[in-house]
């Protein structure tokens, strides 16, 4: 299992960011993600790849007043 | 004695509390959408100063969900909104109204002599500006934002940066909210979260500390989420 924001998710092997982000429902254009604390950039979704136990934050990026 | 119009404030807030925040003064960083709402929470509340500072006016796109805008006040400067506003609701709110952008030149003037700033700004570079014054001049800061139906909340203690971890990108500008629109209820809830946090700086209540309260209106979920002091 993993963790994203507060809630536990199942993990699989070889899951990476953007396969969390798609399967989880994440459409929005601006989003941030931590994983372990680590920022990931969007360019690295694909290749970031998920294990076992890992703690994910899913941010959306909003800043309108 | 307290004034008739605080009576159903007690004793949720003390009469102690009350006369505190009746000496209070609190930094208003826009007046549009969470801007309007913060101003009428904090001003109907008690909090005797309010510095109210926005440099633009009003037109219909606001209408939809900023609280001091109308269709009679189009074209006008929401800061004088501001000032007008709470004249006719609590005139022992004593609101100042700045029209003018807030920048590093000028940020730490309109920080002077506040006990708590409130992010109510719509561009993340302002933001960030606001956060650094705010660490410089020690004043805790109480950020909110919204996009859609979610909006977003923290409270920075001087020096805790945590708008850093909310906007990693330093060349980002503006967020969801140019996809998703901003709606009322988005706005007036984020500001009650904005409004409470405050009221418990101002009062030395413990509050959300080092932690972002996201709210989703759409799910109708809450979550804390812990950020990390930079």
């Known amino acids: 299992m993993i963790s994203v924001n507060t809630r536990e998710q199942p993990w699989r092997d070889g899951l990476n960011v953007q396969a969390l982000l798609d399967e989880m429902g994440y459409v929005f254009r601006h989003i941030i993600v931590r994983v372990n604390g680590e920022y990931v950039p969007e360019e690295a979704y694909a290749r970031r790849l998920i294990a076992d136990g890992d703690d994910v934050q899913v941010l959306h990026l909003i800043a309108g007043g | ?230």
């Open chain 2, 1 to 230: 004695m307290q004034p008739g119009r605080y009576l159903r404030n007690m004793l949720a807030i003390s009469p102690g509390e009350q006369e505190r925040l009746a000496g209070c003064r609190a930094l208003l960083a826009g007046c549009g959408g969470l801007g309007g709402f913060v101003l009428e929470y904090l001003g109907r509340l008690g909090v005797g100063n309010l510095r109210a500072v926005d440099p633009d006016s009003f037109s219909e796109g606001n209408l939809n969900r900023q609280l001091l805008s109308s269709s009679m006040n189009l074209g006008r400067p929401k800061a004088l909104a501001a000032v007008q506003r709470m004249q006719a609701v609590n005139p022992l709110a004593r609101v100042e109204g700045v029209q003018a952008l807030l920048t590093e030149e000028n940020a730490a003037q309109l920080l002077e002599g506040c006990q708590v700033a409130l992010d109510c700004l719509d561009s993340i570079p302002a933001r960030r500006t606001l956060q650094k014054a705010c660490a410089r001049a020690g004043v805790p800061l109480v950020h909110g934002a919204i996009g859609g139906w979610l909006g977003q909340v923290c409270v920075v203690l001087p020096g805790e940066n945590l708008l850093d971890q909310v906007y990693p990108d330093a060349d980002a500008e503006h967020g969801e909210e140019y996809e998703q629109g901003a709606l009322a209820f988005t706005a007036g809830m984020t500001a009650a979260v904005q409004a409470a946090e405050a009221v418990k700086l101002l009062l030395g209540k413990p509050g959300l500390r080092g932690e972002l309260l996201v709210l989703d209106l759409l799910n109708g979920s809450f979550e804390r989420l812990r950020l990390a002091k930079g």
